[in-house]
């Protein structure tokens, strides 16, 4: 089932106007893998949310992105599909280590994040797991190093990326900042700057806040590249 996937850049002056992918309505007319259409399928998952438009175009041909968009608009499929379509172009396998993490606030969104992982890489070969802390951490240290994708905490991370021999994060190619200004408020922006010092520059960063805080936009300088910024507001 694997099609080829042009990788042509909407213009970013006039994403709506340059390709056929960029006005997507359906899942089905993004230039994804038919294994991550498939898993889309199989959750019910058919048309596009508002953010979704916006920024899949941008993340899919590895923009950095600066996002906004309320609760409950579909955020975390607008990060999740282009981190499993970046692994899947680069032909990751289990074999190949750590090639996202997405960071969130909280233990109960680390879990929604995951369970909808779980679907849209149902019928991709590659192995996530939560780092979110509750859990014996010398055990999660037996698997991390086995993981391709990670969904953390923030103070879970940090101590994994301090005391886990052999925790390897110099192959990232992917890192998501969900609901950052909610990290920041929670007191965890030493954390996050070491956390990103210990990563690759050469990545995608992703980062999804509500809030233009001037802690997130430090946290934006610190950690994007020339980004696309993405807001969509209450017809959501
Ligand atoms: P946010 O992170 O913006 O608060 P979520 O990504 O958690 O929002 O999505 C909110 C709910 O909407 C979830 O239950 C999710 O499964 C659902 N959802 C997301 N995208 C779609 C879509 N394209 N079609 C149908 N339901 C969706
Ligand atoms: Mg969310």
């Known amino acids: 089932p694997r099609g080829s996937i042009p990788l042509t850049?909407?213009?970013r002056q006039d994403a709506g106007a340059s390709t056929s992918y960029a006005s997507a309505r359906t899942f089905d007319e993004l230039p994804i893998s038919q294994y991550t259409k498939d898993g889309l399928k199989k959750a019910k998952y058919i048309t596009l949310t508002a953010i979704q438009r916006a920024a899949l175009p941008h993340a899919l041909c590895g923009r950095d992105i600066l996002g906004a968009a309320k609760t409950g608009s579909g955020?975390?499929?607008a990060?999740?599909?282009?981190?499993?379509?970046?692994?899947?172009r680069l032909k990751w396998t289990k074999l190949d280590g750590m090639g996202a993490l997405v960071l969130t606030p909280t233990r109960e969104l680390a879990v929604q994040i995951f369970e909808q992982l779980q679907k849209v890489g149902h019928f991709h070969d590659l192995s996530a797991g939560l780092l979110i802390g509750g859990k014996n951490?010398?055990?999660e240290a037996l698997r991390v190093g086995a993981m391709n994708i990670l969904v953390c905490t923030p103070?879970?991370?940090?101590?994994?990326?301090?005391?886990?021999?052999?925790?390897d994060t110099s192959s990232l190619q992917t890192l998501v900042l969900d609901e950052a200004d909610r990290i920041l408020d929670m007191g965890f922006a030493a954390t996050l700057d070491a956390i990103v010092a210990n990563l690759p520059r050469q990545r995608q960063t992703m980062l999804f806040s509500a809030t233009q805080t001037k802690s997130v936009r430090?946290?934006?300088?610190?950690?994007?590249t020339d980004p696309e910024y993405l807001a969509v507001h209450a017809e959501a």
Do not use: C, N, W
């Open 75 to 77: 955020k975390t499929l």
């Open 218 to 224: 430090d946290l934006a300088r610190l950690s994007l």
């Open 155 to 167: 103070g879970r991370l940090l101590q994994h990326m301090d005391e886990t021999p052999g925790f």
């Open 137 to 139: 951490v010398k055990e």
């Open 9 to 11: 850049a909407p213009e």
């Open 79 to 88: 990060f999740l599909i282009p981190l499993v379509e970046k692994l899947y």
